[in-house]
């Protein structure tokens, strides 16, 4: 069982950055491929990115490649999400998911754990 809390969301305006973290409890987390999704009204939830266990192995979506960076601290239990250059359309809720899949997939239904959700809004 793995519970995952994010949190380094807020307002920024388009340009800035802000790195969002995701902290998982229990012995587990380095057994997990983790990744990051986003929701924004309207919408479906959509893959972001991707990290596998030992997180030598990150995996971007097209929209974000170049802007945000992924990464994990397996001795913190902790995922990040660096985001840079950040743009209007990134405004979503933001979650971190865990997967028992061998690695992060894109595809919503191979997760099994959930955080809550942060919520990122970029002003133009």
């Known amino acids: 069982q793995v519970q995952l809390v994010e949190s380094g969301g807020g307002l920024v305006q388009a340009g800035g950055s802000l790195r969002l973290s995701c902290a998982a409890s229990?012995?587990?987390?380095?057994?997990?491929?983790m990744a990051w999704f986003r929701q924004a009204p309207g919408k479906e939830r959509e893959f972001v990115a991707g990290?596998?266990?030992?997180?030598?192995?990150?995996y971007y979506a097209d929209s974000v490649k170049g802007r945000f960076t992924i990464s994990r601290d397996n001795a913190k239990n902790t995922v990040y999400l660096q985001m840079n250059s950040l743009k209007p359309e990134d405004t979503a809720v933001y979650s971190c998911?865990?997967?028992?899949?061998?690695?992060?997939?894109?595809?919503?239904?191979?997760?099994?754990?959930w955080g809550q959700g942060t919520q990122v809004t970029v002003s133009s």
């Open positions: 990290i596998s266990r030992s997180g030598g192995s990150t």
């Open positions: 229990g012995r587990t987390f380095s057994y997990h491929a």
């Open positions: 998911a865990a997967t028992n899949v061998l690695v992060a997939t894109p595809t919503l239904r191979d997760y099994g754990y």
